[in-house]
């Protein structure tokens, strides 16, 4: 109850103060030194003006406790001043209600005295930029305060509300003007459809700024999950309102190009034009009502970016991905685009050319229903219910070594020790086990579709079901040692020099205890260091041991940490031993993980380890950025002395401090 009471609350204050906004710049535009002279009807709009915002403030109040008792868990704090005080005072989202309020009372204040004062174009400007501002501060609590980038993201949403104010809040006065042209003499209507077409113009500019902004802020609630679009109430209410939003441009567009054009031109029909465009925009303002509702349910309902899709409901889904390389997809797609393009032209030139009413809604349907099917049938693939699920075991080396352990004991004699499909049985089988080494299957299917077909099996039993066999947790292991594997084909790559300014390889973290107490992850690093994480070889390792005990200072005045993992498991003993009088921390529990999973990041160019059970490498070093992107890595075998040389080292890593975040941190999971 609590919860539509404030939804109701927050559509009122919403709409009253969209209203105030477009109203004000309505009159502007109207030329408010002739109101009386012209049109008694804008009158009754600007005294309208206090009404709404009394609403604005009531709206506010009454979401004051409404959000107070959510927040408290009390219904009954709803109705007590003492807890709407300490909310005010302990919370921020209090204090931003406190500017509102305080916003919302200026403007009541600025309308009253517009009520008393000689009409002029300035006062409407300041009115409806008081207006704008509690609108402005409302964005600060909203989804988009909440993202990384907060600042430009509630620049953008705000900018969204309050050009679409502009358009709402002025559709009252279109409906006012509209109603007196049948009565007006000639020159009124002339004067009428001079101030209609300003705001038809105005409205133009407005939409284009509503669509851009809106595209923009619901890209940031969707990120990459798209499929959230069709599949969570988030999705569902955005299409709602593009649906609305659609219709009310075809309103707008048929008002813009016949009624507006009829009535400037003092034609015979501008009474009749007048009466259509009364009546279309009344319409298109019960639609715009319905779209504020829709609008005020989205700002309040869970992003689509952090909705769980446990149960896909749809047989297919569609992926570039995973079809774009077959050229027959590509030319049928892009013939699907043509006919697209070709339908929209076609219904532009069908109002020029005046075709007869089927032959305008026949023609551009056909085409339309063409283009839509060859745009889109030709990347739909198959999906499961879990196809969206979210992956609930963490990216790293704990959950890849399982997945390790797993592969070996079950998947080897189909998929091959290195998951390239050419085990021992792989020839004698119906069906060839795709190549998970070298192909992108990882990027071309999500995380849930692995999941399902590990559970359930594929191809009739060719690949036998592990539901029952292995636990979930174990199976998400076995997905996550896949993707490893992949994305340590993928780093074959990198280099001991750099890319600059591209980082792209995330890896798995990783937890860690060191022999000198010292305990952490990875992720600790990011944001803070950048570092050298070193898989040695005993003893095949201590000369390049020593010389980074040397070079350790010179290197960690770089603002890079050194980590020392053993490749191999050695007795404790040994490896205390190995430890003594290292400057930098060397793993002493968790390194077994470590080495498991970022062996498979092992292949570089020169030597690309796709066949047998693949070679074992005796030192591997790995320099991650302060952002947590692998971004070089040198191993001796395949990239020669390089690294021995320490000023490329430290010149590596002065040319990674001189960057700037460029994309944000690694994921924790697979998708």
Known sequence: MIEAVGTLLRCLQLASNMMLIGGCVFLAIAEPKSLESWHSGLARLKKTFPWLATLLLIGLVGLLAT??????????????PQAWLDFIQKTRIGFIWTLRAASALAVLGIVLYIQVAPAAQWRYVIGASAAALPLALGSLASHSAAEEQAVLA?????????????????????????????????????????????????????????????????????????????????????????????????????????????????????????????????????????????????????????EVIDNWPYPFRFSIDATWDDWLVRAIVLTGLVLLIVAGTTIVLSRKKQWATSWRIAVPTLLGILG????????????????????????????????????????????????????VLAKTLPKQPVDLLTEPHTAMHTAGDFFHWLTYGRFNGVMPAFGEKFSEEERWDLLNFLHANSRGYQSRIITPRILPEQPFMATPNFSYTAHDGSSGTLKDFRGKQNLLLVLFSWPESRVRLDQLRTASTAITTTGTAILAVSLTDLPPDELTSIAQGMPFPVITQGGREISRSYALFRRTLSIPDLFGEGTR??????????????????????????????????????????????LPPPGDHVH
Request: aromatic share 10%; glycine share 8%; net charge positive.
């Open 154 to 306: 509630t620049v953008i949403y705000a900018l969204h509300l309050i050009v679409a104010s502009v358009w709402f809040g002025g559709l009252p006065g279109v409906i006012l003007v509209a109603s007196t042209i049948a009565t007006g003499s000639a020159d009124e209507r002339s004067h009428i459809g001079d101030v209609l077409a300003r705001f038809s113009r105005l409205a133009l500019v407005t939409m284009i700024v509503v669509v851009i902004s809106g595209l923009v802020v619901a890209n940031r609630m969707f990120e990459t999950n798209y499929a959230g679009l069709v599949a969570t109430a988030y999705g569902w209410l955005l299409i709602t309102k593009l649906t609305l939003l659609a219709v009310i441009l075809s309103i707008a567009s048929r008002a813009k190009s016949l009624w507006i054009p009829s009535i400037r031109q003092r034609s015979e029909q501008a009474a009749t034009s007048g009466q259509k465009l009364r009546t279309w925009v009344t319409v298109e303002f019960g639609l715009a009502i319905l779209l504020v509702i829709v609008a005020t349910l989205l700002a309040n309902a869970v992003p689509a970016k952090h």
């Open 67 to 80: 959000t107070t008792a959510q927040a408290t868990g009390s219904p009954e704090n709803a109705w007590n």
């Open 617 to 662: 490498q005796s030192h591997m070093e790995f320099l991650f950025d302060r952002f947590g992107y692998l971004r070089a890595r040198w191993i001796p075998r395949g990239d020669g002395p390089s690294w021995t040389d320490m000023s490329l080292l430290t010149q590596q890593i002065t040319q990674l401090n001189q960057e700037r975040e460029i």
């Open 372 to 423: 839509l099917g060859a745009t889109f049938y030709p990347i739909a693939i198959q999906s499961y219910p879990e196809t969206y699920r979210k992956t609930p075991v963490p990216f790293d080396a704990i959950s890849i070594a399982n997945g390790v352990e797993l592969f070996t004991e079950n998947c080897i004699p189909c998929h091959g020790p290195q998951a390239k499909g050419n085990g």
